[in-house]
Every structure is written in structure tokens, then in C-alpha cells.
């Protein structure tokens, strides 16, 4: 079992930039998968960006590539999150996940979620 943690959330203006944080306690073992979603008020869950611990490959939704960057901090079990030229449809609810195994980008298939940080992007 794993617990996680997200910190770093705020309020940006359009063009800002936030880097959130996810810290991760507990069973993490070396094929701990860890991503972040985001949800906006009457939106689904959507998938934003993962990394496998181990290895290191990294995955983007095509809303956020070239804007975010997903990155390990291993010594501290925590995964981040620089998001860059924030827009206000990035306003949402950030969760970190995590799940053993393979890499999916299905909200479904990750076992272990955070609490949450809001971000808002004002225009």
C-alpha cells in the first residue's frame, strides 16, 4: 500500500507557472508507477502525465505536451509536476496516483490517489 501526497497547488495568472509536488510513503516498491490526473467542476477525470519509477519513461496528454514536464526526485519518493505557460482550461483539481506495474493513462487502473490540489489559471 502506498500514500501519497500532493503539495504546490495555487492561483497563477494565464502564462504562470506552478510545480506541484506528489509525496509518495509506504510499500514503494521499484515497479511503482506514478501519474497525475485532473478534474474540472462537470468534467471527467482526466489523465495528465506519468513516470515509471523505475526506468523512467514519461507520458504526456497532447493538451499539456511541450507545457509540462513530469519528473522523479528519488532519494525523496516524490514525483513533480512543472506545469509552464498555464491557461485557464488548466484550471482543475490535480491528483496524484499511483499504481504497481505498467503504465495506462485510464484513471481506473490506478489503486492509490492523493487528496488533491487546486490549481486556477486566471485569465
Known amino acids: 500500500q502506498v500514500q501519497l501526497a500532493e503539495s504546490g497547488g495555487g492561483l497563477v495568472q494565464a502564462g504562470g507557472s506552478l510545480r506541484l509536488s506528489c509525496a509518495a510513503s509506504g510499500r514503494t516498491l521499484s515497479n511503482l508507477v506514478m501519474g497525475w490526473f485532473r478534474q474540472a467542476p462537470g468534467k471527467e477525470r482526466e489523465f495528465v502525465a506519468a513516470?515509471?519509477?523505475?526506468?523512467?519513461?514519461?507520458y504526456y496528454a497532447d493538451s499539456v505536451k511541450g507545457r509540462f514536464t513530469i519528473s522523479r526526485t528519488n532519494a525523496k519518493n516524490t514525483v513533480n509536476l512543472q506545469m509552464n505557460s498555464l491557461k485557464p482550461e488548466d484550471t482543475a483539481v490535480y491528483f496524484c496516483a499511483a499504481r504497481y506495474g505498467v503504465t495506462y493513462v485510464e484513471s481506473n487502473k490506478y489503486d492509490y490517489w492523493g487528496q488533491g490540489t487546486q490549481v486556477t489559471v486566471s485569465s
Open positions: 513516470v515509471a519509477w523505475s526506468g523512467g519513461s514519461v
